[in-house]
């Protein structure tokens, strides 16, 4: 390259069109820099859909630019040696601006602490001068949550999220919260009756074009031993279809996604929800129009208060908080062991043979879209790792390789800070924590379980009835004073000594029968 080239370092959660990497291209003097990340897909077992996603949207990027004269440096996963391990990211890069020697290489913001420093490692050795960009894709930068978090004893969403609307204007008539409340929360907790949902709106349906077509048939063909099934794959991949998944929302769920938000029913994990987290985490769509397009139905009279609130809090309050606490926080925060939890996943979290119910259908959805909604994913996943004693990080690493929308700042503080305590008490401030009764109000599990949500022992003990009550017991000492849990302790403490001794022995059998079943399973 000559004097005044640029390298374009762009990420595969980076593919925002009009985001501060693209918008001064110069066909003249640019080359963009895209490359699939081959080494950790075959880092362990990824789910087949999530590769599609990435390596498809990717693709795509790739050739609207060549299709506007733009030079693309890109590697994909066809140059990768099958069976050698492949090169990590920046070890690609350094040999990239090697060969091509740019004058700068322009970077921006990751969204994974250690890919981040890699890269601005490979950069700096090389001698060449970094042009490095905030990510505007994120209402609140690094910087700002940094100085809203100075000085707090403690980081808590709700105030977090109020200075967000009055900063954004989100919601507000004048400096007070539309319809006079910040939070609808107690209208948005409701149960399907015996009935179920009903009829649902069907979720938008994106057939695959040529270039995806071809990224499944190379993902068959390289990762058949990967969880999930590529041919199933089903999401936007082009901004255009993000925000036509955006408006299939805002049209047809929209409206009783507050309601419903925390409802699990059987054979249905997409009822009103969004599924809009991996458009947003590859920068497909930009929050910005969530916000907009959301405050019109509500302005319109098509959606009422308590929905558009409810969705406005998970995009404007929820998103942002978390990725201003992983980078707050980071890289201590990935080490967190608050609670001191350190078995591996039970077997049943890779192929979903269980029975019970809750957890087979919830593991159903993880298989067949690698997604499950948000109640899924803390109050039966997360909730029987958190119970059982798993590793945080080892339920986040296989966050990250089962879920498509999984992305380290996203993935850590869910999966590790709220879903299993490993922070001990940043995101929350008490553990998720509940017996089978919570499933058995929340959905239609428990009826159709060979397991009983009430008993916590003998033979149709609910093992997380079981596990929770062995958990409050185990953790007394660490939690016991903890200003939240005070209901659920004086309820362990209603229980005889030979009650709460029969339960430690029926998770103690417990544990033994799912080690036994992983052992069985080659994932011992
Ligand atoms: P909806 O329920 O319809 O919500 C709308 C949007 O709000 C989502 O698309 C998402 O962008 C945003 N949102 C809601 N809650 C959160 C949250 N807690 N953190 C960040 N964004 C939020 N979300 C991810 O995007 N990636 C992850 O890797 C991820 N890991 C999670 C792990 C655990 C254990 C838990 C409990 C939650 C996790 N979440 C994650 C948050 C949330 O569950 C998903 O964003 C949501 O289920 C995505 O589905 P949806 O688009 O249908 O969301
Ligand atoms: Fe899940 Fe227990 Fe209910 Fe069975 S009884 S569905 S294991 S909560």
Known sequence: MSAGQRLIVVLGDQLDRRGPLLDDLDAARDTVWMTE???????????????VLFFSAMRHLRDELHARGITVRYRCIEEAPVGAPDQGLAD??????????????????????????????????????????RDSHFLASRASFARWAEGRKSLTLEYFYRSMRKRHAVLMEGDQPAGGAWNFDKDNRAAFGRDGPGELPPHPRFEPDATTREVIDRVVERYADHPGDARDFNQPVTPDQAIEALDDFIRHRLPWFGTWQDAIWV???????????????????DPRDCLERAQAAYRAGDAPLNAVEGFVRQILGWREFIRGIYWLKMPDYADGNALDHHEPLPSFYWDGETDMACVADAMGAVLRYGYAHHIQRLMVLGLFAQLYGAHPYAFHEWHMALYLDAVDWVSLPNALGMSQFGDG??????????????????????????YDPRQ???????????????????HEARLGQNRRLQFQYRNLHRKSDAQRAAIREQATRLRAQLAADADSRGRG
Not at 426 to 440: E, R
Request: charged share 20%.
């Open 425 to 450: 008490g940043v995101v929350g401030t008490k553990p998720y924590c509940a017996s089978g009764a919570y499933i058995g109000r929340m959905s239609n599990a428990c009826a159709q379980c060979r």
């Open 92 to 133: 690609h890069l350094r040999t990239d601006i090697g060969q091509l020697q740019p004058e700068t290489v322009v970077m921006m913001e990751a969204g994974d602490w250690a890919i981040e420093q890699d890269l601005q490692d490979a950069v700096h050795e090389s001698g060449v001068a970094l042009d490095w960009r």
């Open 267 to 285: 054979g249905d994990p997409l009822l009103y929800h969004a599924r809009l987290s991996t458009s947003l985490n590859l920068h497909l769509l």
């Open 37 to 51: 990340a081959v080494a950790e897909a075959e880092r362990g077992p990824v789910h087949q859909q999530r590769l």
């Open 456 to 474: 916590a022992t003998g033979e149709r003990a609910c093992p997380f009835t079981t596990l929770y009550w062995e958990f409050l017991d185990r």
